[in-house]
């Protein structure tokens, strides 16, 4: 038996992937190197004029769509609008809000809960249950380290919640569906450069120093993962969790 070439096994060629927060920073990136890898790509997000621009130049086959992730019904709308299911789902849509418990209100816990793990319910209901129904399908969440480690100085007891919550329903869905032909697995990214942590108010050097690294990931770190995870080079993973961190939960 000849021995297949391993690139091939990279080629996203004829599959649609979408992504959700996908109009900047990590879910832009993910779009162009899904696309450089041959999938027709669909970028949701929230405001439809900006995902519209993003989606230009970021490849020969992509379409741009409003959806806000926390909205189940704004999910069935984005999947009633695309038509047929896609073979990939990247929830990558996420935000944060740093506070220690005291000062998080009420409102900022359901506003980071209900895009960071919400999100990822209602999307995996809508798009993850119609790939099983198929018999086939991909699913990458994009979940954090800090779903797994409590990092510093700041604190952010929603978003830690959200991306653990990430974590063990990505491994929820995995057992569910891996005799339905699809692998749900997340990445668990350390500080990458994005707006997300470009507030001047963070302690940039502290978080630095944390990392072995010393750096900053760059976008296309995590991108590169995600690719892996969304083809079939990946083929005998399912329910794990990787982390793109340059080290940090090495310490
Ligand atoms: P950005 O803030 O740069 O981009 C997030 C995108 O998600 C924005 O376009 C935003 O739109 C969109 N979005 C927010 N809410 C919703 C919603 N309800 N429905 C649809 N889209 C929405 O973030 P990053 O690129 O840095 O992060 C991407 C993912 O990676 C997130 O899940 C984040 O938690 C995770 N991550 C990031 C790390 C980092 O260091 N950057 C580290 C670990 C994980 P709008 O601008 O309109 O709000």
Redesign the pocket.
Known sequence: MMHPNILNRFDLAGRTAII??????????IGRTLSMAGASIIL????LE??KK?AVGVGPDVKAFQ?????PQ?VRDLAAAIGACPDILV??????RVAPTKDTSDDDWHFVT???LN?VFHCCKTFGVAMAERGSGNVVN?????GSIVVRPQNGPA?NA??AG?HMLTKTFACEWAKSGVRVNA???????????SDPSYEISTWVELTPMGR??R?DE?ASVVHFLASDASSYMTGSVISV?GGYTCW
Not at 189 to 195: M, N, Q, V
């Open positions: 959700t927060g996908g109009a900047r920073g990590i879910g832009l990136e949701a997000d929230l405001d900006t995902v993003a959806c806000d992730v926390t909205d704004s929830n990558n849509a996420g935000v944060v209900s895009v960071n999100g994009i979940g954090s380290m800090c978003y959200s991306k990430v990445i668990a990214p350390g500080y990458i450069s994005t707006e997300m942590t900053f990931g976008t995590v961190d």
